[in-house]
């Protein structure tokens, strides 16, 4: 029987075959073997290839053997190492910008890989309309991420559609031209709108963003349509990759594709953390339409036997005697956890979504426990089309630069159920935020006008200040926000007003909205200025925050209606008497005159009021400087500039009711004793009292005080029978010393006491 030649891809085979030997002349390492397994031209010593195998001699035991390898062998152990392949020119270029310049945050990675591998799936899904084969016995459509802490890596596997050898150079390779002079050209374009925002994921680059935070990447996928299943291998910052075919059973897929990503140094710690790569695919990917699992630490509750602790001297029993008591213990195990459970809402039509679905979005989606006030969802078409749902919060934000900055990230963009950007910048998405605010201004709109009057309140109690703030720093919708202030007013003083009612409810004959800005309800209820328009049955509006003076100064007027503040000069109320204006002028000009110089450069002017009824006199402001309220807010300012503050309080005027008595006396003081010390003395006490009660601050508060003091004293001295007990001490008492002392002392006498019964101001 003639012996067999087994072939091996692992060990060459040693035999002996019959042969005849013939050394040749002259030659050294030249055998002439004849036989039926050897080569007709003989064998060297170091070998010779023929047909496919390579044939060695070997001397072993004083006898010639043959030793024959298949080449073969030495050709899959080239296939092992797998084909090199070299980049196309560009994407080595792409892959610079990618890893240098084109992502603003290395997270992003993931969000590119997954999106990916959602494309994949859907492709599959589609295709498979078709040819329902390519669906196979392979499973579910889904996403599986694993990290893995230990040795820095993340693998993300999907049951997609896969690639073959030729795909995975076209896709992972190479770039077609078109879209590659596509993607630099709009990179150049559009440099100023940030990559993130306008070109990741419209050319099919993200696959290389993997290199952000890998130095290798692998990637082994299988095609339905492909008996075989390759790998792309590549490391970071190379000019080529590698392909070969895997042959481990092992690591065999059913169908589609899974990407390892071997960390870099500075990567490994956070991002192959099993909650980083959890927060990740729920910050951009929580939308995807497949299933997203992730490899989670979980922990539950079991229950366990354990032996009861021996008594204090008790003796232990043998091992079946012992008694065993049932606990519970918490243990650490390792499973899937389905990471994107939250369906996206805005793709389902309006009408077939329930209010409770949508709150459930909102909760789910912002981490939020209360309902959403309001909310609103359209879809928008023309110039950029897009579909969107707002929410009002049930609750404001703790901290008040959540809302007025602008990088706040409170509006965030999906492009194919993927979260791009939260970064309104950029002339697509500013055209985007003009609808945004439109349709945000109706909702905020519908709720004021709603029957439930609460839900509106709960709106204007979290966020009625930034509306505020719109006055302000939104000029171009101040007939959208003007609407939706709310205030008190001098005749709802419990329910807040807004500026169609108050319009509403105004006098024929009146032409303004009045206000009037204070620190507080209680303050505006009790200021002097509101009197006269209190009397005349006059609606004023209070502003008590320190942003609405401000705010409503911004607006100036609303449906064609002036604001007007009641704390400055030239108050008209639209219903004088010119005539009686005019005697009552004349009567005090006089009186004005005199007050004004006793004052001085404290105020500009005095005059006679229009506004007060019951009050003596009140110390308005100048048309164009700050009222008392905004002074006292000028002045509270951390890095207030004190040197503006005398140039911008402007001019006071002081205005006085000629119907009180306390005018009346000083008119009386100023035509028959201009000169009393008493009566200057008055005049200055009359001009404090005014500063304070108009809202202003006193220069010295201690020396107000003395001046109080001082007519207190006045008024109440020789009352109550004082003076006649501290006149019957000091007899006794000087009667007692008169043999010590014969001098005699001053009669101590009170100051009400000097007043003769004809006093000039009584005249």
């Known amino acids: 029987m003639a012996p067999v030649l087994s072939r091996s891809l692992a060990t060459a085979s040693l035999t002996s075959v019959p042969f005849t030997a013939r050394r040749a002349p002259n030659s050294s390492g030249f055998f002439n073997l004849r036989s039926a397994f050897v080569p007709p031209n003989g064998l060297r010593r170091n070998g010779l290839s023929c047909s496919g195998l390579t044939w060695k001699l070997e001397?072993?035991?004083?006898?010639?053997?043959?030793?024959?390898e298949a080449t073969v062998a030495e050709k899959e152990a080239a296939d092992a190492s797998?084909?090199?392949?070299?980049?196309?020119?560009?994407v080595s270029r792409l892959m610079d910008l990618i890893v240098h310049s084109l992502y603003s945050h290395k997270e992003v990675f993931l969000r590119e890989l997954v999106s990916n591998a959602s494309d994949a799936l859907d492709k599959l899904r589609f295709l498979s309309v078709t040819e329902p084969s390519l669906l196979g016995d392979a499973g579910?459509?889904?996403?599986?991420?694993?990290?893995?802490?230990?040795?820095?890596?993340?693998?993300?596997?999907?049951?997609?559609?896969?690639?073959?050898?030729?795909?995975?150079?076209?896709?992972?390779?190479?770039?077609?031209?078109?879209g590659t002079s596509k993607f630099l050209k709009a990179l150049k374009e559009n440099k100023d709108l940030g990559a993130d925002n306008s070109l990741i994921g419209q050319f099919g680059v993200g696959f290389y963003s993997a290199f952000l935070v890998a130095e290798k990447v692998v990637v082994s996928t299988k095609s339905p349509r492909s008996d075989k299943q390759y790998i792309w291998e590549a490391v970071a910052d190379s000019s080529s990759y590698v392909i070969k075919e895997e042959t481990d059973p092992e690591k065999m897929l059913l169908r589609g594709t899974q990407i390892t990503l071997y960390l870099r140094q500075d990567d490994k710690y956070e991002f192959s953390e099993p909650t980083k790569i959890q927060s990740l695919v729920k910050n951009y990917s929580q939308f995807v339409s497949f299933p997203i699992y992730t490899w989670l630490e979980k922990s539950r509750t079991v229950e366990v036997e354990e032996e009861e602790e021996l008594k204090e001297g008790e003796e232990e029993k043998p091992e079946g005697e012992k008694k065993k008591k049932k606990t519970t213990k918490t243990e650490k195990y390792w499973d899937w956890e389905l990471a994107n459970e939250t369906k996206p809402i805005w793709m389902r039509s309006p009408k077939e979504v329930q209010k409770e679905e949508y709150y459930e979005f909102y909760k789910k989606t912002f981490n939020d426990f209360l309902d959403p006030v309001g909310y609103t969802?359209?879809?928008?078409?023309?110039?950029?089309?897009?579909?969107?749902?707002?929410?009002?919060?049930g609750m404001g934000p703790l901290n008040n630069e959540d809302v007025i900055n602008p990088k706040t990230k409170n509006i965030r963009l999906y492009v194919k159920r993927v979260f791009i950007s939260d970064d309104f910048d950029g002339e697509l998405v500013r055209i985007m935020r003009k609808r945004l605010v439109r349709k945000t201004f109706d909702m905020i709109q519908d709720i004021s006008e709603s029957e439930n009057k609460e839900d509106y309140k709960k709106f204007w109690e979290n966020f009625g200040r930034f509306i505020k703030l719109g006055c302000i720093e939104d000029t171009g919708n101040h007939k959208r926000i003007t609407p939706l202030l709310r205030f008190y007013s001098s005749k709802n003083e419990e329910e807040l007003t807004s500026l169609d009612d108050y319009i509403e409810n105004m006098g024929e004959n009146q032409k303004a909205i009045y206000y009037l800005a204070t620190d507080s309800l209680k303050s505006a209820k009790s200021a002097p200025f509101l009197e006269?328009?209190?009397?005349?049955?006059?609606?004023?509006?209070?502003?008590?925050?320190?942003?609405?003076?401000v705010a409503i100064q911004n607006l100036q007027t609303y449906k064609e209606k002036k604001f007007v503040d009641i704390s400055k000069e030239d108050l008209e109320l639209g219903d004088e008497d010119e005539v009686k204006e005019r005697e009552t002028k004349q009567e005090y000009i006089l009186l004005c005159d005199w007050v004004k110089q006793q004052l001085g450069d404290k105020v500009a002017k005095v005059q006679v009021s229009k506004r007060l009824s019951s009050s003596p006199c009140v110390l308005v402001s100048g048309k164009f400087g700050w009222s008392a309220n905004m002074e006292r807010l000028m002045k509270a300012q951390a890095l207030g500039d004190t040197s503006s503050l005398e140039f911008m309080r402007g001019r006071r005027i002081l205005e006085i009711n000629p119907d009180h008595p306390i005018i009346k006396d000083l008119n009386a003081a100023c035509k028959n004793a201009p000169d009393s010390s008493d009566a200057k003395r008055a005049v200055d006490l009359l001009y404090d009292t005014a500063l304070i009660s108009s809202g202003f601050s006193p220069d010295s508060p201690a020396e107000l005080g003395n001046k109080i003091y001082e007519m207190m004293a006045m008024a109440l001295g020789?009352?109550?029978?004082?003076?006649?007990?501290?006149?019957?001490?000091?007899?006794?008492?000087?009667?007692?010393?008169?043999?010590?002392?014969?001098?005699?002392?001053?009669?101590?006498?009170?100051?009400?006491?000097?007043?003769?019964?004809?006093?000039?101001?009584?005249?």
């Open 59 to 68: 001397r072993r035991n004083h006898r010639i053997a043959v030793r024959c």
């Open 82 to 90: 797998g084909e090199k392949f070299e980049y196309q020119a560009e």
């Open 718 to 763: 020789g009352r109550w029978g004082r003076l006649e007990e501290e006149n019957v001490e000091a007899a006794e008492s000087e009667g007692g010393d008169a043999s010590a002392s014969e001098s005699v002392e001053a009669e101590v006498v009170e100051p009400s006491e000097v007043r003769t019964e004809s006093d000039p101001w009584n005249e």
């Open 532 to 549: 006269k328009l209190v009397q005349k049955d006059i609606e004023v509006l209070y502003l008590i925050e320190p942003i609405d003076e």
């Open 140 to 178: 579910q459509l889904e996403i599986r991420i694993k990290p893995d802490p230990d040795n820095g890596t993340i693998t993300i596997t999907d049951t997609g559609i896969g690639m073959t050898k030729e795909e995975l150079i076209d896709c992972l390779g190479t770039i077609a031209q078109s």
């Open 377 to 393: 969802h359209f879809t928008t078409e023309g110039e950029v089309e897009f579909r969107s749902v707002l929410y009002i919060p």
